[in-house]
């Protein structure tokens, strides 16, 4: 039996197999039938037919022959062998030589795909030719158009394109060449050669009517502005030397005369249509003359201002030495009985040499203002230079002077503080022994003698001469901050012995039936009298926080409030 199952498995599975393979091929014949379909269904011919519309001349004759001749090739030749192919494919899969099978439907492919490149070809063709007649009907039009306009704008202002003219109508000229050309190819059915010189007209006016825009402006830039104003700069330039202006570094009357021969120039780069050279040319030649304007601008203006300055400066200067000399003064006066720095102290005579060197300086200028052989430009520059240099040195000594006197103010402040840090240790030492304490502690007797001993160092400071101020603020500062801490002390030993008294006046009440709270509260009563107050809160207080948690911060409050009634 085994040997007879085994075949007839692998029949049925060879069976399997070629029925599958058999459906692939004949899904894939049904694809390429429908595909030869389509392209044998699609409507060439008449599609090449519309192109009968057209001039049949030409390139347009030769075209639809060759459409013609392609399209009938592809269906009476390349779909007749694809017909003949796809017979044997079905052929040779019926009798299952798929491998056979496989090549065939590959060469269909390849035919199919030619057939295919070729319609799309025919078609690209076609719609090209058809709208390049489109649009040279249309465009050619707006051409003709253009170029009436062109022509009645060059009779009609002739004289406005001056050099110019006779280029821009040989260039009009050439247009009506090109639309005689045109015409030609067109009537001989050479609508695609036609279809260059449309695009090559279309190149040509946009360049010929900017031409005709901007040809006139320029002209009359070249003719009558740019002429106009290089007199009124050569005029202008005449009148300021007459009133005693130097211009020479200018070199005005140099430029001008390079306009002049530029302008010649530019005149026959413009009759040859070089808008590419003149037109940027004319605009920078405008703005250099602006230019120049503004310097000659510039000048009038330093020369009024150094007209009205010049003098006024001498005063200053002449002002500015007198008061630094006066606070040279003052500094030499101040220092016998004030310490000033070495910085401070220099600043008169180093003014004192920086203002001879400005007024050489100053000197020097009144001399070239006088001669007149210098630009006002300049002299302005160096003037607002020594002005500002001179402000500076005013202001330097108004800075020093202000702090001399300073030194006094400051002086009466620190005495009069001292003053008031005696008045506080004296209160403080005052309020301790008014205090009902039993006694004050070492460390607060040494805390006052301390604090005594920083007055004292201020007191010596303030008697030296001459008097060194920075000296008295760092021992004033420090004297400040020790008898404030002592201040600050001394209020809280006493509340510190008002906060005992309580805890242990509180305490009393259960002394009798706490032995501990009693041996503990003897503890504290023996530091209290020893002068040990913070030893003796401690204990005091821990005491009746055990005895009673809470009760330490009731009576910390009550006498908080006590202390504030009082004050």
């Known amino acids: 039996m085994e040997y007879i199952i085994i075949p007839i498995i692998l029949l049925l599975i060879l069976a399997i197999v070629g029925f599958m393979m ?35 001349n030409g390139e347009t004759e030769e075209m639809f022959e060759r459409w013609r001749n392609i399209w009938d090739e592809v269906i009476d030749v390349h779909m007749t062998k694809i017909d003949s192919l796809l017979f044997d494919a079905e052929d040779q899969i019926n009798r299952l030589r798929f491998k056979k099978a496989t090549l065939i439907e590959r060469e269909i492919e390849d035919y199919i795909e030619k057939c295919d490149q070729d319609k799309d070809k025919i078609l690209e063709e076609l719609n090209e030719l058809i709208g390049s007649e489109e649009k040279n009907r249309i465009e050619i039009e707006q051409l003709k158009e253009y170029y009436r306009s062109a022509r009645k704008t060059l009779l009609a202002h002739q004289h406005s394109f001056g050099v110019a ?5 040989k260039k009009l000229e050439e247009f009506v060449e090109k639309f005689e050309k045109f015409d ?19 190149q040509e006016s946009q360049q010929t009517f900017e031409y005709i825009n901007d040809v006139p402006t320029i002209l009359t830039e070249l003719q009558v502005k740019l002429p106009g104003a290089v007199q009124e700069l050569r005029n202008g330039q005449r009148e300021m030397e007459d009133q005693s202006y130097y211009l020479q570094h200018l070199e005005l009357a140099e430029a001008l005369n390079k306009y002049e021969k530029e302008f010649a120039s530019l005149k026959n780069d413009l009759a040859e249509l070089n808008l590419m050279v003149v037109k940027p040319r004319v605009t920078e030649i405008n703005e250099e003359i602006d230019h120049f304007y503004d310097l000659l601008e510039k000048e009038v203006i330093a020369k009024n201002y150094v007209d009205q300055n010049c003098d006024r400066l001498l005063s200053s200067i002449t002002n500015v030495i007198t008061s630094t000399k006066s606070v040279s003064d003052e500094a030499t006066y101040v220092q016998q009985s004030y310490h000033l720095n070495e910085k401070d102290a220099e600043i008169p005579k180093a003014a004192l040499k920086q203002l ?14 006088k001669e007149e052989k210098s630009a006002y430009s300049s002299l302005q520059e160096e003037l607002i230079e020594i002005s500002e240099e001179l402000e500076r040195i005013h202001e330097e000594q108004g800075h020093l002077s202000n702090t001399m006197k300073k030194l006094r103010i400051d002086e009466n402040k620190a005495r009069a503080q001292v003053e008031n840090l005696k008045k506080i240790l004296q209160d403080t030492d005052r309020l301790l022994n008014k205090a009902n304490i039993p006694g004050v502690p070492e460390e607060m007797d040494a805390r006052l003698d301390e604090a005594a001993e920083h007055i004292y160092v201020v007191m010596q400071s303030l008697q030296e001469v001459p008097l060194n101020m920075g000296t008295v603020h760092n021992n004033l500062n420090a004297a400040t901050l020790c008898v404030e801490d002592v201040k600050a002390k001394a209020h809280e030993l006493i509340e510190n012995v008002m906060l005992i008294e309580r805890i242990i006046q509180y305490g009393n009440r259960h002394r009798a039936s706490n032995q501990t709270l009693n041996a503990r509260l003897k503890d504290a009563e023996e530091a209290f009298h020893q002068f040990r107050y913070s030893k003796a809160l401690e204990e005091a207080g821990t005491a009746v926080e055990e005895m009673e948690p809470g009760a330490l911060k009731r009576i910390q409050e009550m006498v908080a409030e006590q202390s504030l009634t009082k004050n």
């Open 165 to 169: 003219l006779p280029a821009l109508e």
């Open 184 to 202: 030609m190819l067109t009537n001989e059915g050479n609508y695609l050669q036609a279809r260059e010189i449309v695009i090559s007209l279309n």
């Open 356 to 369: 001879e060197a400005l007024q050489r300086r100053y000197d020097l200028l009144a001399m070239r203002v």
């Open 22 to 56: 058999r459906r692939k091929h004949v899904a894939i014949i049904a694809k390429l039938e429908n595909e030869k379909l389509q392209i044998q269904h699609k409507p060439i011919n008449e599609e090449i037919s519309k192109v009968k519309s057209l001039n049949m």
